[in-house]
T-cell receptor, first 110, second 117 residues
Framework: GQQVMQIPQYQHVQEGEDFTTYCNSS?????IQWYKQRPGGHPVFLIQLVKSGEVKKQKRLTFQFGEAKKNSSLHITATQTTDVGTYFC??????????FGQGTTLQVKP | GAVVSQHPSWVICKSGTSVKIECRSLDFQATTMFWYRQFPKQSLMLMATSNEGSKATYEQGVEKDKFLINHASLTLSTLTVTSAHPEDSSFYIC?????????????FGPGTRLLVL
C-alpha cells in the first residue's frame, strides 16, 4: 500500500543549529501537510503544500514540495527550545485520506 | 482555522467495559471524519473513515465490531471501544475533513487518552 517514509526518526541539536526532516512517498500525492506535536499534545497543523516545487516559509520554518509531488522537507533555521516536539508529514491522497510519516522528534539543547 | 472538539479528553476504565468518544466539528459541517490511534512514540495510524449517514470504512486489521463508529450528523461522529482491554489503551484522535480541489485538509481534535485497567 501507500507509504510515507520520514527521516530521521530523532534529531538532537544545539540551540541555534539548523534542523531538517525529510519525507518521501511511494506514490504521487495530492498535497502534503506538516504537523507538529508537542509531548502530551495532539498534532497541530502547520502548513499544506499543493503545487509541484512549492516552497513556503513561516518565520524560521521553510517547507518544500518536490517537483514530482512525492517528497517534501521541513527546514528550521537557528532552532530554539520552543521548537522541541515531533514533526509529522502527512501525504494526502485523492480519496482525502492522510498517510502519516513516522515523525521526527526534535530535541534542542539550550 | 476550523475547530474540532473531542470528549472526553481522558478516560480510565476497567477491562471489559465500553467507552464512547465523541468528535465534533464546531464551526463547519463534515460529511467525513477520520479516527486515528497513536501509541506512545509512534505515528498516527488511521483506524477508519466515518461517513455521515452511512457505514464507516475500516482500515485493514481494525475490528469493526470492537470499534463501533457512528456518524449520525454532519457535526458529530462517535467511536465506541467495546469490551475494552488493556491493549486498547492508546491516544485516540479524530479529524474532520474539508474537501477541496487538491487542497483537502483535515482538522484534528485534541485527542482522547484511554487507559484500560
Amino acid at each position: 500500500g501507500q507509504q510515507v517514509m520520514q527521516i530521521p526518526q530523532y534529531q538532537h541539536v544545539q540551540e541555534g543549529e539548523d534542523f531538517t526532516t525529510y519525507c518521501n512517498s511511494s506514490t504521487t500525492l495530492s498535497n502534503i501537510q506538516w504537523y507538529k506535536q508537542r509531548p502530551g499534545g495532539h498534532p497541530v497543523f502547520l502548513i499544506q503544500l499543493v503545487k509541484s516545487g512549492e516552497v513556503k516559509k513561516q518565520k524560521r520554518l521553510t517547507f518544500q514540495f518536490g517537483e514530482a509531488k512525492k517528497n517534501s522537507s521541513l527546514h528550521i533555521t537557528a532552532t530554539q527550545t520552543t521548537d522541541v516536539g515531533t514533526y509529522f508529514c502527512a501525504g494526502s491522497t485523492s480519496t482525502g485520506k492522510l498517510i502519516f510519516g513516522q515523525g521526527t522528534t526534535l530535541q534542542v539543547k539550550p | 482555522g476550523a475547530v474540532v472538539s473531542q470528549h472526553p479528553s481522558w478516560v480510565i476504565c476497567k477491562s471489559g467495559t465500553s467507552v464512547k468518544i465523541e468528535c465534533r466539528s464546531l464551526d463547519f459541517q463534515a460529511t467525513t471524519m477520520f479516527w486515528y490511534r497513536q501509541f506512545p512514540k509512534q505515528s498516527l495510524m488511521l483506524m477508519a473513515t466515518s461517513n455521515e449517514g452511512s457505514k464507516a470504512t475500516y482500515e485493514q486489521g481494525v475490528e469493526k465490531d470492537k470499534f463501533l463508529i457512528n456518524h449520525a450528523s454532519l457535526t458529530l461522529s462517535t467511536l465506541t471501544v467495546t469490551s475494552a482491554h488493556p491493549e486498547d489503551s492508546s491516544f485516540y484522535i479524530c479529524s474532520a475533513y474539508l474537501p477541496g480541489p487538491g487542497t483537502e485538509t483535515q482538522y484534528f481534535g485534541p485527542g482522547t487518552r484511554l487507559l484500560v485497567l
